[in-house]
């Protein structure tokens, strides 16, 4: 596995909380770039206009290099899926059907480009089914109620989404886990994401006061605890996302100074992590 | 569903042999876009027919969709409307939620099948598809054991290459245009119906002596009662393939003999025209 962070969101972002971008904002800052290059795939979603839309509107006035990849309109692409895929810093994973988001990389083969685009260095991220794929399974209610899946498995664990807001999808996780269906993990509400970095888990944060992320385990007695971790409350970013031209120049504005603010603070958190993770590695 | 040309749609019903057609519209291929659907119960809706839709990308969630036991609904339907959109992406999520069996057990039962563009070529064994770049083969659902390759009368280089992989080996099959339906009964082609006067379908196979011949088959107009020329084109039709329905009996001891599945540009119906195709035209290619 390549150090690049994958950040996986149990909700949130510009899908879910238009005009309280922090988690947006959180993952470009990850990119070690000026202007990273950010790939967006509403795969999970079955590529609706209007993700491809706000995803367009919102980090096209931040400073980066946003492309879209809908798999639904592959006509529109002009250069191979491959070169599209290995060439970004950040691929941002939208939510929706896991079952139908792992079925369709499969059959573009894009589940294999995403994976090596990672061992490369790109980021990933997403949230609901685009953050639970990456992990070796999660609870998807792609079929209509909440069940076991597996995913990619480029991180160890099971993660399980909208915690908080839909309640069973825990305890599908937790019986899951119990049963050994689903390897030991963790869960996130909406609008908490956490990072991962080499495998480990680096961090947690969230938009919004009450978000919340527990450990999830199995014990030596058989019974499953969760255990809250620590969450750190990202400052609020404030664009209104707006149709008119003059509101979104003057909202862009003001983002992207919050933008590099934000990046200067991830910055220095990365860097403390990794100098950490090399002492500690020296220290072994 | 062409826009201003109910021809096909009309016959796609008629097929169903029903006063109030149950039809079922699967706009997955399109990534269930809310546009396609929107215009699905525009065209079928109105009492004409019991209309429903599935969405495989939300199932959790209503949103006017079928939920619970698809397949129970899915065989109970008169008719199965697929839309086009893309091939690769409407097999994939097909056969992730078993539907793949679910249409090959409807179309034993008897339900009339149909679709355009990716929603026709689905039905076959080998599809041929220029959705991105070049054209590529793809392994079909294969009630039908031919090939097929739509939007025959697109860019010339898709029919180019779709005799030469018939001339490198891929299974004959069937070339068909816009406004072109081929309606199959079984695996056996019953006819070729336009919804456009000037639309066609071709067969495309190898002759003894290892040359790719294309014939055009004798098709039958929609928009005409009698023999008399047809109206004029109107626009660029869209409708590629229907599967039809099983005969009327609808259910065989051999299934795949006794249902019925249109595919290529057009419908099948169970009905009661011509045994089969005549050869026009043949064009050596």
Known sequence: MSGAPVFCMGGGGFTMEPGRPALDAYILALAPVQRPRVLFLPTASGDPKEQVERFSRLFGAWPCKPRVLSLFHLDELEETLETLVLSQDIIYVGGGSMRNLLALWRAHGVADLLLEAHRRGTILAGLSAGAMCWFQGGVSSSTGSPEPIDGLGLLEGSFSVHARQVPERGAVQRSAIAAGRLPDGWNADDYCGLLFVDGRLEEAVASREDAGARRVERQPDGTVTETEIPVRRLEPITIDVVDGHHERRAGAALASADVREELREVRRIRDRAISSRMRARRAG | ?285
């Open chain 2, 1 to 285: 569903m062409e826009p201003r040309n109910p021809l096909m749609d009309d016959f796609v019903l008629e097929l169903s042999g029903a006063d109030q057609p149950r039809i079922c519209f699967l706009p997955t291929a399109s990534g269930d876009a809310d546009h396609y659907v929107v215009r699905f119960y525009r065209r079928f809706g109105a009492g004409r027919t019991d209309p429903s839709h599935v969405s495989l990308f939300r199932r959790d969630r209503s949103a006017g969709a079928v939920e619970g036991n698809l397949e129970e609904h899915l065989l109970s339907q008169d008719v199965i409307y697929v839309g086009g959109g893309s091939l690769l992406s409407l097999l994939g999520t097909w056969r992730a939620h078993g539907l793949d069996r679910t249409l090959r057990r409807a179309w034993e039962q008897g339900v009339v099948l149909c679709g355009l563009s990716a929603g026709s070529l689905c039905w076959f064994a080998d599809a041929v598809t220029a959705f991105h770049g070049p054209s590529e083969r793809v392994t079909g659902l294969g009630l039908l054991p031919y090939s097929n390759c739509v939007h025959y009368d697109g860019e010339p280089e898709r029919r180019r290459s779709f005799r030469s992989m018939v001339g490198d080996g891929l299974r004959p099959g069937f070339g068909v245009e816009d406004g072109a339906a081929l309606c199959f009964e079984g695996t056996t082609l019953k006819e070729v119906v336009t919804s456009k006067p000037a639309a066609s379908a071709y067969e495309v196979a190898v002759d003894p002596d290892g040359e790719v011949v294309e014939r055009r088959l004798a098709a039958r107009y929609l928009g005409d009662s009698g023999d008399g020329e047809p109206a004029a084109p109107e626009g660029r039709a869209s409708l590629q393939a229907v599967a039809e329905a099983p005969a009327e009996a609808g259910r065989a001891s051999d299934p795949v003999a006794g249902s019925g599945i249109a595919g290529g540009g057009g419908i099948v119906g169970p009905g009661p025209s011509a045994a089969g195709p005549e050869v026009e035209t043949a064009v050596a290619a």
